[in-house]
């Protein structure tokens, strides 16, 4: 099964399933978002829209949010969600590796939990890099393969054959972000709960 597919099964159920992973996982921006002004916000890999109410509830000012996202089913339930919300949203179904969006048209980028799933995560975030403004934020969230937990979880994931296509650990995840002419400002770790160890970079585009 596609990872398109395999989310577009599970979107409805997606948010009560993931609720502890969610909100420990997004947790970890908190800091890199509250009381900022973020301008135009991408969220690639959005998922069921769990940036928005975030956004509302910890950023400064923000100009729009666009959520861009494979599965249909997931981006049907943040469609759904966003309805009423504080903050200007809109959606489109793309690939991370080729976003529909204009070249330089976005103040903030953030990418969380997804990154694992791209067929190229160094074209995917070239790609981010496009459609940010000069000096534009990338806040890219993603599972960690270092720690012990991460590698056992790894090694399982495989042998069970589940749908993503990489586990990095953090010197590639520099590594690519680099490529991708994004400077590293910070940088924070964390759990999710059960295995579930995470990194997270604050870039500038340079
Ligand atoms: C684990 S969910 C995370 C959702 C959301 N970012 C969050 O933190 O709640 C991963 C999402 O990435 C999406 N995704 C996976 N590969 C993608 C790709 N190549 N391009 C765009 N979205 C992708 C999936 O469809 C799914 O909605």
Redesign the pocket.
Known sequence: MT??AE?DRAAADYDRRWARY?RA??ALLRPWLEGRDLGDVV??????G?LPPLLAHSAGAIGGYVG????AG?LRMARAKAIGGTVRTGFVG????KLPLRDRSFDTAVS???LH???DARAGLAEIRRVLRPGGRLLLLDWVRDPLPMRLLNAWMRLARVQYRRMYSRAELEAALTAAEFRVQAQARGSAGGPWRLIAFDARAV
């Open positions: 990872v398109r989310y969610n996982s997004l969220d690639v890999g959005c998922g069921t769990n861009a996202d494979l599965s997931m793309a690939d991370a590796g969380a939990s997804a799933y791209w067929d």
